[in-house]
């Protein structure tokens, strides 16, 4: 699925964004105090990967910063309280250089495939949405390289777009899905992907339309209510039980502006937190969810870290359990 080569260095683990409060009081741990630098041979556990990059938002005409978001996530989780039974580690950063985005993807998905076959469950942080053609490479590694002929890997993606214009004009955080297609056709794949919190205002016909042919499952941010709550999760289980692993993956313009202010695209209405979060955790507790990350944090652009603190509040949940 992903071309060789294993010529780059691993890049350098830099643990000064953990630093936060320490509390005097007994059983009082902050992510700070426990998360540990990752290495080949640790005990399996939720691993941290950042990926640097705002090459792709830059190529679909966005607005930059989303470089800057992997910093600032772990600067918001690192004071959190520390819940988890098992450890956490950081994997350390992949940068993308200038343009080189592809060459970064790549990069992306060596590391990715690394930390699956040691055992761990990754949890990417970006970095815009170009993110996810590198994350999906790295499953798609690691599945591989396990045996599997044609794994039927679902994709949901939380997002107020599909993301998945043509990559013949260009391939950036607007393309990653419709690059995923190419290579699934290319392998003979199934693709299976939902996108969910979908602003219909945000796409053009030809991207529903495509949507349409792909057999998508689409559900739009206005049908997400307390009412329909109920019937959405009915659709994701069934998504989910259609596959035998699972890729979450979360941009945060998916949420209303007022609660991701620091986005290139901040959504008018948006899926509110208060409603993704269990949906969220049913798909953490399907047993399929092999890898997730979480895209578009553009600290420039954010108000008081609102957007970085929802991000951070993404990862303890997503990394709760296990
Ligand atoms: N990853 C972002 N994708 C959106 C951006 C939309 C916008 O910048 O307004 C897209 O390409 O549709
Ligand atoms: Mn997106
Ligand atoms: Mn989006």
Redesign the pocket.
């Known amino acids: 699925m992903s071309a060789d080569s294993d010529t780059h260095d691993t890049p350098p683990i830099d643990m000064t964004a953990w630093q936060g409060r320490v509390d005097p009081e007994p059983d009082s741990p902050r992510w700070h105090q426990c998360v540990q630098p990752w290495t080949a041979h640790a005990t399996p556990g939720a691993t941290l990967l950042g990926f640097a990059s705002d090459a792709g938002v830059k190529r679909?005409?966005?607005r930059p910063g989303a470089a800057d978001g992997p910093l600032a996530i772990r600067r918001a989780l690192a004071n959190l309280a520390w819940h988890r039974q098992g450890p956490a580690y950081d994997a350390g950063t992949v940068v993308c250089e200038g343009d080189a985005l592809e060459d970064a993807q790549q990069r992306l998905g060596e590391r990715v495939a690394e930390t699956l076959d040691a055992g761990h469950f990754p949890v990417v942080l970006g970095g815009?949405?170009e993110i996810a053609f590198g994350s999906w490479q790295g499953l798609a590694r690691h599945l591989e390289a396990q045996g599997s002929k044609a794994p039927r890997v679902g994709i949901i993606n939380l997002d107020a777009?599909f993301?998945l214009?043509d990559p013949v004009h260009v391939r950036s955080?607007?393309t990653p899905f419709a690059q995923i297609v190419d290579q699934c056709e290319m392998h003979d794949w199934p693709f299976r992907y939902a996108c969910l919190g979908v602003s219909r205002a945000?796409?053009t016909r030809a991207l529903f339309q495509r949507a349409e042919d792909l057999g998508v499952l689409v559900r739009e941010d206005r049908e997400f209510t307390a009412a329909t709550f109920d019937a959405i999760v009915r659709d994701v289980e069934r998504f989910v039980a259609r596959c035998e692993h699972v890729y979450l993956t979360i941009?945060l313009d998916v949420l209303p502006a007022a609660e991701a202010p620091g986005v290139?695209?901040p959504a008018a209405r948006g899926v509110s937190l208060a409603l993704l979060e269990p949906l969220i955790e049913i798909i953490r507790d399907s047993g399929k969810l092999r890898l997730a990350d979480i895209a578009?944090l553009n600290p420039e652009h954010d108000i008081d870290s609102r957007t970085a603190k929802v991000a951070a509040r993404l990862v303890h949940q997503l990394t709760l359990t296990g």
Do not use: L
């Open positions: 679909n005409q966005g815009g949405h777009h993301d214009r955080s607007g945000s796409n941009d290139s695209a578009e």
